[in-house]
């Protein structure tokens, strides 16, 4: 597993590398001691999957508050999304900017996104499955977001949106 940073201070891109043979492939996908490494620290409290049916589905823009902050591993497992995370840490140099990319059952990539960041993705094909690594266990009473479509942001999301929950709509906008 390759860790390459980014732009925004803590969000990383792993890199997963495949072992190929004749059967297929084995990768290691998880490694505490290859993230301690590049001085990351990552305990897993939950892992959650979720499938969507249709592409132009948004998931997001979600987070949850103090004391329950969580940091998340994002994976595509089969098909595409595309990816975004805003840096809602006030003392961060990086503070309210974003960054997006493609997750694929094909590029073998995932993004480690640190604790005070809001997560979202679009999904770009049909019957998408997306794993999430979570840092923290589900506080309902903690779960917070962004509306996806904050013009505080612009995120050029790819695709007219075919689908969002009604409460992903209702997100409040930042300012």
């Known amino acids: 597993m390759k860790v390459i940073k980014t732009k925004i201070e ?11 043979d004749r059967r297929g492939f084995f990768v290691k996908v998880f490694s505490e001691k290859e993230l301690k490494k590049n001085k990351i620290d990552f305990k897993i409290r939950e892992v959650n999957q979720s499938f969507n049916l249709k592409k132009g589905t948004i998931r997001g823009m979600h987070f949850q508050k103090a004391p329950k ?34 997750l694929s059952d094909k ?20 019957q998408c499955e997306v794993q999430y690594f979570m840092s923290e ?3 309902p009473e903690h779960a917070s977001g962004l509306r996806w479509n904050d013009p505080a942001f612009n995120i050029p999301w790819p695709l007219k949106v075919s689908n969002i929950s009604e409460k992903d709509q209702n997100w409040p906008l930042l300012d």
């Not at 902050?69 to 003392?91: H, M, N, S, Y």
Request: charged share 25%; net charge positive; with cysteine.
């Open 10 to 20: 803590g969000l990383c891109v792993l890199e997963l590398e495949p072992i190929q």
């Open 69 to 102: 902050t969580e940091g998340k591993i994002v994976q595509c497992l089969k098909g595409r999304i595309f990816d975004a995370v805003i840096d809602l840490r006030p003392q961060s140099k990086t503070y309210r900017q974003w960054l997006t990319m493609e």
């Open 107 to 126: 590029n073998k990539k995932m993004i480690l996104i640190p604790k005070n960041f809001a997560h979202g993705f679009q999904i770009l094909t049909d």
């Open 137 to 139: 266990f589900y506080s």
